[in-house]
């Protein structure tokens, strides 16, 4: 199938690149030394932003109280800048993103229904703000290895708190290849790179063991 034909009907808790925004929550430096697993959390958002990048997704960025937390983690502001996306943060201090006026502004004027979640922590404010995304009539879809929290049990018990409440569960590959559709199209070439990218980093990490 070439990419200029039309797609034919799908289940609608599968990705649309056409119909999909991404929102990173909160990868600050202050809290992301105390963050179980972060290593994993911040490479698989880094993946993610690269997706983002092959579908043209509108994307969001958080930080909640900078003054406190300090700015977004230098590894993923590299990352914005390399895909062109940028470093444009919106401020928040309430726990739910969507707490703050300009965020839901923000997401509403993407034009998007289906919110690709990931960032930090689990059970506080990605937990809140999938509620209220929901609250809002969105479809949102979890990035579970994209989302992180200090303790195991927290992220647990939020991912299983999220999912009962509707949110759509998958990992970072999941999406990719929803996004992607099908084979014999540019972005599926640009999103095999990353695989391969992604095995070697997966080789190195096994290595490292």
């Known amino acids: 199938m070439s990419d200029m034909e039309p797609r034919l009907p799908r289940h609608p808790w599968l990705l649309d690149s056409n119909n999909s925004a991404l929102v990173v929550i909160d990868l ?26 092959i579908h ?7 930080e909640h109280n900078p ?3 300090g700015p977004t983690d230098e590894s ?6 390399e895909t062109g996306i940028g470093y444009n943060p919106l401020e928040k201090n309430i ?25 930090m922590e689990s059970h506080i404010c990605v937990n809140q703000t999938v509620l209220d995304l929901l609250h809002h009539e969105f479809e949102v879809h979890v990035v579970e290895d994209a989302v992180r929290a200090r303790w195991e049990n927290s992220h647990r018990l939020a991912i299983e ?15 990719a290849y929803e996004l992607t559709y099908g084979a014999k ?20 990490e096994v290595g490292a063991e």
């Open 28 to 53: 600050q430096k202050v809290l992301l030394p105390f963050i179980r697993e972060k290593e994993l959390m911040l490479r698989n958002i880094g993946y993610m932003l690269e997706i983002a990048r």
């Open 56 to 62: 043209n997704l509108p994307t969001i960025l958080t």
């Open 67 to 69: 003054g406190g937390l």
């Open 76 to 81: 993923i502001v590299e990352i914005l800048e």
């Open 95 to 119: 726990f739910s993103c969507c707490g703050q006026a300009d965020f839901i502004d923000a997401v509403k004027s993407t034009e998007r229904s289906q919110i690709i979640v990931t960032g």
């Open 161 to 175: 708190k999220m999912r009962q409440a509707g949110a759509i569960v998958c990992d970072w590959e999941m999406a």
């Open 185 to 204: 199209t540019a972005q599926f070439r640009e999103l095999l790179n990353l695989m391969k990218r992604a095995a070697a980093d997966r080789k190195a």
